[in-house]
């Protein structure tokens, strides 16, 4: 699902055909339950089988799956075959999505029901046929890269497997050499913007949604770079031309 920037900056939940609202949650909602749990929630929409194999201790039985078996792996039936983990999956998607969840282990999916009225009604089902896209878009509503990619499972052919399973092992190297920096910390992050910004401060800063919190933070960063560089160019003029009178709001879409 393309969204445009201004749908991803949007407070209001995204309707996904036939599932439900996907929520961009607000900085007060994911400290009402833990930084921690919000991002262990993130993990398990960012799991692939790979490392669902490697959590239950079974890396080497995974391994030794030929390429043809890894592909007929899906994460919706791995995590759902177990009582406890599709109980943990509905707390996760309840999350993120405005409406109410429901596991139903006799149709293996997950019904999205609306309690806003008198007559609860069921308005969407999350199955292993559409449960990538739910996490595409809420990959996207939180300000982070789709893993969707990784489902081998989606490989037309030998050919597209083996192109997916490349680009897999590529991003799996890079997470290896990527470190973390403190300094991008949420913690920090909403410090930092509480503190630049000229509207928020650190009691309204908590309305934002996160994808409005790093878009306003990577905005702030760039108009100071915009102001140090406007100060250079009116003390010692623009010989090069180098200088961008309009960088100050060029896009700035995060995804």
């Known amino acids: 699902m393309k969204l445009n920037y201004f749908e991803l900056l949007s407070p209001d939940p995204l309707y996904l055909d036939n599932v439900g609202g ?20 993130l993990s398990i929409i960012l799991m692939d089988a790979k490392k669902f ?12 799956f030929s390429a043809e ?26 999350f993120f999505i405005k409406e109410d969840v429901v596991y139903s282990a006799t149709e ?11 007559e609860q009604h069921i308005i969407g089902k999350i199955t292993n046929e559409n449960y990538y896209d ?18 081998l499972s989606k490989a037309k052919n030998n050919k597209a497997l083996e192109i997916m399973q490349k680009l897999q092992k590529g991003r799996d190297e890079r997470e290896k050499l990527t470190k973390s920096d ?8 909403v410090s ?30 760039a108009n100071s770079v915009y102001n140090i560089q406007s100060l250079s160019t009116a003390a010692w003029g623009n010989k090069d031309g180098h200088f961008d009178i309009s960088s100050w709001y060029r896009n700035m879409e995060l995804l």
């Open 134 to 151: 739910v996490c595409d878009l809420i990959c996207k509503r939180n300000c982070m890269k789709s893993q969707s990619d990784k489902d």
């Open 192 to 221: 930092a913007v509480a503190a630049k910004s000229l509207s928020l401060n650190i009691l309204n800063i908590w309305d934002l949604t996160i994808y409005q919190l790093w878009d306003t933070f990577k905005r702030l960063s």
């Open 22 to 41: 996907i929520l961009s949650p607000k900085l007060v909602d994911i400290s009402a339950i833990g930084y921690e749990t919000y991002q262990y929630y």
């Open 69 to 94: 078996q890894k592909s007929l792996l899906n994460i919706f039936d791995l995590l759902t075959a177990d009582a406890q983990s599709a109980i943990l999956l509905q707390k996760v998607l309840n």
């Open 108 to 118: 293996n999916c997950f019904t999205v029901v609306d309690s806003t009225t008198d």
């Open 182 to 189: 403190e300094n991008m910390d949420i913690g920090n992050i």
């Open 53 to 64: 194999m490697a959590i239950i201790g079974q890396s080497e039985s995974y391994n030794l």
